[in-house]
């Protein structure tokens, strides 16, 4: 039993090693041993993206993509605007409300930058974040347009701005960015964006018009196109997610790495009724709505060298000569505000990804979510959180504490009998074993209560480590923003503190080497805490203490030093 702890104790002290070498080689720029380094993407601000394979970049069915084969018939070399759409600037449109400022290409009315007006960049506090962006260090934009025959408007067609206002003035709650297509492959599309006041939710209506002297099935497209790099300032020792994902009511949230896109070997439900595709990242997410059940086709596909696209297909029906078909989809570029985003569509919220601990996760942010609503501070309400779940879980913890507190109690005996029978490790295992009858100690009794409870505080450290809520969110004094690191590192050492004493308070193994062990660990995985959100910190504190006092008291009663 000793021989096969040693064996885990040396194996967890191995990998934490490794992992804390390769973060901070991440950290500092240096290759990471799990994950290659992504190419920079080249862009320029005013050019469209390269083609790929003879298409409309980012349109459907280039090769390298995971579009349906149903769908990729339907698109050919006729797909291929004139050359040049290609090589000619075009206008944009500046719209402005109270949460958003965008950019709008005239060039198939792409929106291709969005920035958060309500929410300050990180590394450069003199900014907002700027989440959809076309420009020479990253390519980030959300496209639509038609197919279904050579000809068809796309994103890449030259479009008419409708003149009209940009800004969101006096009591006007909309202000609209309206684009007009020439006629073109037998069909004109109008494409109306409406940007309301207090909302990241963006309603898009597109209207076909048939021009042509006979029936027309066209197809429409919604997409977003990313380039694979992490986002910027994302800390190399904690992981988010970062890429896309497509939700159904059967397969539910499915998220797609970019490598697996990369070697064409992205895995998630083509086709459905229903759901919707999304660009995730840490904070903050697009994604396209659609609410009608009506048929669609998700893909996702390589647009060019580290550029990714994910999107959805939608038949518009058969069109009769002159007749108009319309649209509506929304398009959601923003904060993953749960409480916000809930309402938007089903399933939506879990872009906030909780990872394998979502059932207990989501009532742990609705009872934060409450005690912030009373208390004012999210930071005391990270403490008052924890001091409930403590309260929740008392007996099970004094249970353990019980059982560590006679572990110490009888930990003298045992190295006696250690020292004495140090070379019969057979006989002393067999000594060991009853002693521990004797005195009616189960060693693992102070492992059990603990084990069971871990779910709930990983689960709270993902509900803290994704909540957008702790963005700029202040705690006290010179903790101005619980989801960056504490500057002056006071709360990583006074984590480093509680957690060695709380180590002090637990029965030392008897085989020397898991003693040294069990002082060494706690300061291995401490370097990574300096890194870490300090809202993050400031939960493991909360819970050191709490956990301290309550191991204090019993080792009193108890009579243990």
């Not at 290609?86 to 958003?100: G, M």
Request: net charge positive; hydrophobic share 45%; aromatic share 10%.
């Amino acid at each position: 039993m000793n021989d096969m702890r040693r064996t885990l104790l040396w194996v967890v002290f191995t990998m934490s090693l490794v992992l804390l070498w390769d973060g901070w080689n991440k950290h500092t720029g240096q290759p990471s041993l799990f994950s290659p380094t992504r190419s920079p993407v080249a862009a320029s601000s005013s050019a469209p993206l390269p083609t790929a394979g003879g298409l409309p970049a980012t349109a459907p069915g280039a090769a390298g993509g995971t579009v349906p084969s149903s769908t990729a018939r339907t698109v050919g070399a006729g797909a291929t605007p004139p050359a040049a759409a290609v090589s000619t600037a075009t206008p944009t449109l500046s719209i402005e409300t109270d949460t958003l400022r965008a950019t709008l290409d005239s060039r198939g009315g792409d929106l291709i930058r969005v920035e958060l007006l309500k929410h300050v960049d990180q590394n450069d506090r003199s900014r907002n974040v700027v989440l959809l962006d076309r420009s020479p260090a990253r390519l980030y934009m959300a496209q639509t347009g038609l197919i279904g025959a050579p000809g068809y408007p796309n994103h890449l067609t030259p479009m008419q701005i409708v003149p009209g206002p940009t800004r969101l003035e006096g009591n006007a709650n909309v202000v609209n960015a309206v684009f007009e297509s020439p006629e073109q492959g037998g069909v004109k599309l109008r494409k109306t964006l409406s940007f309301e006041r207090g909302s990241y939710a963006v309603k898009v209506r597109h209207e076909v018009i048939n021009t042509s002297g006979g029936p027309l099935a066209p197809q429409l497209y919604t997409q977003l196109v990313r380039d694979g790099n992490a986002p910027p300032g994302e800390s190399s020792f904690y992981s988010t997610f970062t890429g896309p994902v497509v939700y159904t009511d059967a397969k539910k949230f499915q998220k797609v790495d970019f490598s697996d896109i990369e070697k064409d070997k992205a895995s998630f439900e083509k086709t459905a009724d229903n759901g919707w595709v999304a660009m995730v990242q840490h904070y903050f997410f697009s994604a396209w709505l659609h609410g009608d059940k009506t048929p669609r086709e998700f893909y996702t596909r390589k647009v060019d060298l580290n550029l990714y696209a994910v999107g959805e297909i939608l038949p518009l029906g058969e069109i009769a000569p002159g007749a108009t078909r319309s649209i509506d989809s929304l398009l959601y570029v923003g904060p993953q505000d749960e409480n916000a985003i809930t309402a938007l569509a089903p399933g939506l919220e879990l872009v906030k990804d909780y990872g394998w601990f979502t059932i207990i996760a989501k009532p742990l942010f609705w009872l934060l979510d409450q005690l912030h609503g009373q208390i004012g501070n999210w930071g005391w309400a990270i403490v008052a959180l924890v001091v409930l779940l403590k309260a929740a879980f008392y007996t099970l913890n004094a249970s353990a504490y019980k059982s560590m507190a006679k572990m110490k109690a009888i930990n003298p005996k045992i190295m006696e009998m250690r020292e004495r029978l140090k070379d019969k490790p057979q006989q002393m295992q067999q000594e060991m074993m009853r002693i521990y009858k004797e005195e009616k100690v189960n060693p693992l009794g102070g492992c059990l209560p603990i084990l069971i409870q871990m779910p709930v505080f990983i689960a709270l450290y993902w509900v803290l480590l994704s909540s957008v809520e702790m963005r700029n969110a202040p705690w006290i004094g010179w903790i101005t923003d619980l989801s960056l690191k504490d500057p002056y590192f006071i709360l990583p050492l006074v984590m480093t503190a509680t957690t060695l004493l709380q180590t002090w308070l637990n029965p030392t193994p008897p085989d020397p080497m898991q003693a040294r062990l069990m002082w060494i660990m706690p300061l291995a995985f401490s370097v990574m805490f300096f890194y870490f959100p300090a809202g993050l910190v400031l939960y493991w504190i909360t819970n050191n203490v709490l956990s301290i006092a309550q191991q204090w008291v019993i080792n009193r009663k108890l009579g243990v030093n």
